[in-house]
């Protein structure tokens, strides 16, 4: 996982499959992820997916827009978009203590692990991942 600031634009053809995410801020993706695709190259072969927290439920089509006509655009394919609720405090909302409280849950993270297990089958990825202490 890297921050979008972090990569060069050119060295993403490197990879086969990209995911694009942020929380949603003034109906679109972070800044960050837009101004990084608008630097990559114009490229048919690459997969990519997209997703989100918004403080919307439900709205993904119309949030993800701009990022999603960004890289169709460019040529990527895009192979699934995930969108769940994520606490958001954003000015009036703070008053009523924010809304999507203890958003994502568990059942988010179902669905997000189930959307990423799609994801897995259609490419046949192996995911090699140790959480566990290094001193066992
Ligand atoms: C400045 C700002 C603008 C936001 N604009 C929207 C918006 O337009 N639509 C929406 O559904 N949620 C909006 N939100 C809520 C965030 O998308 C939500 O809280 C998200 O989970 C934030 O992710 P983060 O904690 O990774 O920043 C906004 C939040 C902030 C702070």
Redesign the pocket.
């Known amino acids: 996982m890297k921050n979008p600031t972090e990569v060069n634009p050119a060295d993403l053809l490197s990879y086969k499959l990209i995911g694009f995410g942020?929380?949603?801020?003034?109906?679109?993706h972070?800044r960050t992820l837009l101004q990084l695709v608008d630097k990559m190259p114009q490229n048919g072969n690459q997969q990519v997916f997209i997703f989100?927290?918004?403080?919307?439920?439900g709205?993904s089509e119309r949030?993800h827009k701009k990022l999603r006509k960004k890289l169709q655009t460019k040529g990527y394919n895009i192979l699934g978009e995930f969108n769940c609720?994520?606490?958001?405090?954003?000015?009036f909302?703070k008053l009523v203590g924010?809304?999507?409280k203890g958003?994502?849950n568990e059942q988010d993270l179902k669905k997000a692990q189930a959307f990423a297990e799609n994801l897995k089958q259609t490419y046949n990825i192996l995911l090699l991942c140790d959480t566990s202490s290094p001193q066992k």
């Open positions: 942020s929380g949603i801020y003034f109906g679109k972070h989100s927290t918004s403080g919307q439920e709205k949030l609720p994520g606490y958001d405090t954003y000015l909302t924010g809304l999507q958003r994502p």
